[in-house]
């Protein structure tokens, strides 16, 4: 059960991702500072969509603790991510759904969840159903599993590799 957020967004992509990421960045071995891809991204969060955060000061502690990137407040809560490209989909739509999961567990209404990649102009609407709520379950599992690991999992060599901010820790 999701008694406490525990983890947060970000742990829950990277457990989609790759493990071996996860248990780093969990030890607090953050290559992402030194990342242009993720410098990028996070301008595109900045520059794109500044004036909705003024309607979020109600959520403001669990934002901080998920890192959401922010909330449209009207008749419920929707969940906006800002995301540079759709590389990695799947980990975007997890981490949402986990953010959904969240509010709906500390009994706030919540619509849905929007991806926005603004680079593309597109956006994806994201819905939380029960299957969801299991499969989310089951991913805090597993990231229990990877940090009870005395050694982070070996580099999973996937061809979006070379783009990771770990890339020479695994690889160099």
Partial sequence: MMDEIRYTAVQVSYYVICRRKLWLFSRGIAQEYE?????????IDEVFYRRQRD?????????????????????????????????????????????????????VKVKYGIIRYPKLRR???????????????????????????PVPPPPINASYCKRCAYYSFCYG
């Fill in 35 to 43: 990342s242009e891809d993720v410098a990028i991204g996070r301008l």
């Fill in 55 to 107: 309607r979020e000061e109600d959520y403001t502690a669990l934002m901080d603790r998920l890192k959401i990137d922010f909330l449209t407040v009207g008749d419920g809560v929707i969940v906006n991510e800002v995301k540079k490209s759709k590389a990695l989909e799947r980990a975007h739509i997890v981490q949402v759904k986990y953010y959904l999961l969240a509010f709906k567990r500390l009994g």
């Fill in 123 to 149: 956006t994806e609407k994201v819905y939380l159903s029960g299957e969801d709520e299991r499969e989310i379950e089951e991913i805090l599992k597993g990231i229990d599993s990877v940090l009870s690991l």
